[in-house]
């Protein structure tokens, strides 16, 4: 049966070609007798696994040696405490651009002071602030480059100095060309833009390691992953070997230059779409647009189930709005075909000329 169009906002659609390579993996792991997920996270197949996602993240993302790539568990939301517990010695600056900048920020206050660099909750989360009141003696900067359930994204990150910039990229990491150097920590869930659920991947400068407090329990030290390859205890192995499979398809395809091509084309193709009839109201204001969660409310709240019920007879699924901001929402990450957003424009098109 073909492919419905899969708007969630996560887990999410992913690259048929990764999960083909799935299913045959669980069955029989290149022909050894045995699946990918009976095997040791010790054997020579397991290490090559691990070894060749690493290194094809490395290559994707342009990431410099003095960075390590960890795979870590938790989520994102472990990341959120994690990050303050290790490096919140007295201040730390965040950014508060929705929901989940928020969420961090929660757990943050547990560790020290937390300094509110900007924050979009005024302007209702429309907008990425375009100023910032950064403390030049804060520990680190915080920021959440794409805003999953609002809709907007960072299109340019701030200059920080050498205070050390950490971005959660849960909802947006492999979009678009970033320059990795900027960043001291970079984190991310895999479920939206590189696998499935179970898997963090962290990209972590080498000199943040000297911070980490010897006193920290062994699973919550970056330092242990950083020593021990993610290879400390038993990592998520099929989740791995799923980012592995759409990091490689990803470098089938052209790499991330080519993706951001793609996404621009896609988002620029529903924004047009919601600019140019009044039934529809995006939520982010254009200059904080997200190319990955397209965001949006009826002018006429009762056509919004309406909508939903004609998305639904075309197979169009997840396009219901996050509770907190309602309306619709239509997740187009890396692995999102071109042509599932265009049968949504045409539905758009429909539904706006028969209302
Ligand atoms: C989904 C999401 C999270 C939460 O991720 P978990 O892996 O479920 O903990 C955090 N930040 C952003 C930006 C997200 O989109």
């Known amino acids: 049966?073909?492919?419905?169009h899969n708007f969630y906002a996560g887990p999410a659609v992913l690259p048929e070609p990764a999960l083909q390579a799935g299913v045959e993996a669980l069955r029989d792991y290149k022909g050894i007798g045995m699946s990918v997920i009976e095997i040791s996270h010790r054997s020579k197949e397991f290490t090559?696994?691990?070894e060749t996602t690493e290194a094809?993240?490395?290559?994707?993302?342009?990431?410099?040696?003095?960075?390590?790539v960890l795979f870590m568990t938790g989520g994102a939301s472990t990341q959120f405490a994690l990050i303050p517990m290790t490096f919140l010695k007295r201040k730390a600056d965040y950014v508060d651009t929705g929901a989940w900048s928020a969420k961090a920020i929660k757990e943050a206050v547990r560790f020290g002071e937390v300094h509110l660099a900007g924050s979009g909750k005024e302007g209702g989360y429309t907008r990425i602030p375009d100023s910032l009141d950064l403390s030049?003696?804060?520990d680190y900067v915080h920021v959440t480059s794409n805003n999953t359930i609002y809709g907007t994204q960072w299109s340019e990150f701030p200059d920080t100095g050498d205070v050390p910039l950490v971005c959660d990229m849960s909802s947006d990491i492999l979009c678009?060309?970033?320059d990795v150097t900027k960043f001291a920590l970079i984190y991310a869930g895999a479920q939206k833009n590189m696998g499935p659920a179970g898997v963090t991947v962290v990209i972590l400068r080498d000199d943040l390691l000297q911070r980490v407090p010897a006193e920290l329990p062994t699973m919550f030290k970056y330092t242990t992953y950083a020593e021990k390859k993610s290879l400390f205890n038993t990592p998520p192995v099929f989740p791995i070997f799923m980012v592995g499979q759409v990091a490689k398809w990803l470098k089938d395809i052209g790499g991330v230059k080519e993706i951001e091509r793609r996404n621009r084309e896609k988002a620029a193709m529903l924004y047009d779409v919601l600019d140019r009839y009044d039934i529809y109201r995006p939520h982010a204001h254009p200059s904080s647009r997200s190319l990955m969660n397209v965001t949006w409310r009826m002018t006429d709240e009762k056509l919004e189930a309406e909508l939903l019920a004609a998305a639904a007879e075309r197979r169009m699924y997840g396009l219901k709005g996050h509770r907190s901001v309602g309306g619709l929402r239509a997740s187009i990450y890396n692995a999102c075909p071109v042509e599932s957003v265009k049968a949504l424009c045409d539905l758009l098109v429909e539904f706006a000329e028969s209302h």
Request: aromatic share 4%; glycine share 0%; charged share 35%.
């Open 48 to 50: 090559e696994i691990i």
């Open 1 to 4: 049966m073909a492919r419905a």
């Open 136 to 138: 030049p003696d804060a």
């Open 56 to 68: 094809d993240i490395r290559e994707l993302m342009n990431i410099p040696d003095n960075y390590h």
């Open 176 to 178: 678009r060309e970033i």
